[in-house]
């Protein structure tokens, strides 16, 4: 079939990538989506079942740093735009080993960049690269008003947040060098379903079901402003289809949350979804050393992508926390096969440490 486009979607065995490739590949019958994934410990196949099969979605398992590999293949399947997601993406996994980080998030990246302005060569009509980024690049809000615009100035803290800020600037670098059309967004924190269980959200409904400690970082004080992943995903649909080139686009769902408040949002919905008496499972609380270099609050704007390609978020906070807790205990199975084996020996390790 002659598609009206290809696109790449690296990362996409991951957990927002498998949500943008499943709204792509049935929204779009006409565009060939190509998810490219190394399949790391966190990228799982399964995310994906019920796109599997559809006649416009291709898999290919590769690694965005072999270099060769991806001129073979943005000239294979003839790629016109990109949505780039994949990534290290756990902050606690980059406090132990920041290598990867730098080689997936910055030479990654770089490799992608250059694949497509190779392959391009200038003909830039009808082609996009677009690189989604996270709000930790700006740093640390305090408890105030303030939001994070598109212009905050960047200050990252973490390996993670740093090896991101410096993929933004690469990508930016693309559009002022060579005149690439390039498009960033900066998101929060996202929640959902295909989580893999090693954030907040989804380890902690599974180690409630397992009646097992809830570690929280600190005092639990900090703030993360939660976005339905489903919603992100609608974002990431506008911005490719409707972003200004060379532009950013915050997202955000307005929605800020204390760790500890949210932590007893997800203990009761959890109970209440078990058919546990109420308080059950308050005990699991269990108050741990901190992240190192914890940053205290993040809190997206997201006025300017509202005003200026009218998204919003669909889905209120408490109607989204329990579609994504029933998922989670809906599909054991999914999370059983992830959190058995070589996975459950690094959690302990993770957890003995703190
Ligand atoms: P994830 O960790 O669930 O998935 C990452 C995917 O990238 C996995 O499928 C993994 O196999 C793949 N990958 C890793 N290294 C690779 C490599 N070298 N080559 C090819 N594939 C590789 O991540 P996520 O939470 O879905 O995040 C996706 C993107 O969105 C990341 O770039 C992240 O920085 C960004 N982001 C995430 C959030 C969030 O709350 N999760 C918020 C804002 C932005
Ligand atoms: O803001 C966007 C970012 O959100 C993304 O760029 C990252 O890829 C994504 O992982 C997420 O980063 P956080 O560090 O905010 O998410 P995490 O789920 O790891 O932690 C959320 C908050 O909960 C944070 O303040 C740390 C705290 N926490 C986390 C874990 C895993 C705990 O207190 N205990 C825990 O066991």
Redesign the pocket.
Known sequence: MNYKRSILV?????????HVVRLFVNKYPDYHIIN?????????LANLTDVEDKPNYTFVK????DYEKMLAVFKTYKIDGVI???????VDRSIKDPFVFA???VM?TLSLLQAARVTWDGDWENKLFYH????EVYGALEFDKTLFTETTPYDPHSPYSAS?ASSDHFVRAYYDTYGMPIVIS??????GPY??PE?LIPLFINNIRHKKPLPVYGKGENVRDWLYVVD?ARAIDLVFHKGKIRDTYNIGGFNEWTNIDLIKVIIKTVDEQLGNAPGTSDNLITYVKDRAGHDLRYAIDSTKIKNELGWEPSLQFEEGIAKTVAWYLENQEWMDNITSGEYEKYYEEMYADR
Not at 10 to 18: K, P, Q, R, V, Y
Not at 36 to 44: A, F, Q, S, V, W
């Open positions: 690296t990362g996409a065995a991951g957990f927002i990538g498998s490219l994934d190394k399949l790391t410990y966190c990228g799982n590769a690694d965005i740093c780039h997601l994949a990534a290290e993406s756990h080689r997936t998030n990654g989604v980024s996270t709000d991101k900066n998101c929060s924190n996202n929640y989580q893999f954030k992100h």
